[in-house]
T-cell receptor, first 115, second 115 residues
């Protein structure tokens, strides 16, 4: 696609429910990243994919968070048993390479509200 | 330890004036890249400018320039001739060769341009 697409753009869920957030990167981009941005805060790294594998999952806040990527393309971030502290904007980005000079292209994010 | 420090939480600037956003970074890696992103109220992250650690000249992109002072580990963004549309949150970020897939972000600076 022309840009990084994320869905849904907004999600309100009840505490304890599971949610799935989807990211469709730019076609041909091998690197994919998930970040979390709490209200008025900076970006917190969650996980990175190179192709379908995730060399670094160190940013996932707890074992309630998981992510997968299939076909070197679409990625899904799943949050199980959501808590109120999970409320944030979840941003996905992709990059053609995982090198120093390669910037990210970000999606518009999914705003998650846990009530 | 914080890799990226942005000490100005918020700034006001008059339309048509220039504004400098501070960014200092911390790394022992000789090879790294520095980025600035803009995040308007719509939430998307927009890439502005890039500076590589080995670049001899300061980067410029239109009205944006990066004042790179390597010895001081400083990478300030200068926006010239501010426009109302420049009102946004601005993030400084760094990628290191030793950690070359992960962009580390500062806390951001909110810029408000006044007419």
């Amino acid at each position: 696609g022309a840009g990084v697409s994320q869905s849904p753009s907004n999600k309100v869920t009840e505490k304890g429910k599971d949610v799935e957030l989807r990211c469709d990167p730019i076609s041909g981009h091998t690197a994919l990243y998930w970040y979390r941005q709490s209200l008025g805060q900076g970006l917190e790294f969650l996980i990175y994919f190179q192709g379908n594998s995730a060399p670094d999952k160190s940013g996932l806040p707890s074992d309630r968070f998981s992510a997968e990527r299939t076909g070197g393309s679409v990625s899904t971030l799943t949050i199980q048993r959501t808590q109120q502290e999970d409320s944030a904007v979840y941003l996905c980005a992709s990059s053609s390479e995982a090198g120093i000079g390669y910037g990210y292209t970000f999606g518009s994010g999914t705003r998650l509200t846990v009530v | 330890a914080q890799k990226i420090t942005q000490t100005q939480p918020g700034m006001f600037v008059q339309e048509k004036e220039a504004v400098t956003l501070d960014c200092t970074y911390d790394t022992s890696d000789p090879s790294y890249g520095l980025f600035w992103y803009k995040q308007p109220s719509s939430g998307e992250m927009i890439f502005l400018i890039y500076q590589g650690s080995y670049d001899q000249q300061n980067a410029t992109e239109g009205r944006y320039s990066l004042n790179f002072q390597k010895a001081r580990k400083s990478a300030n963004l200068v926006i010239s001739a501010s426009q109302l549309g420049d009102s946004a949150m601005y993030f400084c970020a760094m990628r290191e060769r030793s950690n070359d897939y992960k962009l580390s972000f500062g806390a951001g600076t909110t810029v408000t341009v006044r007419a």
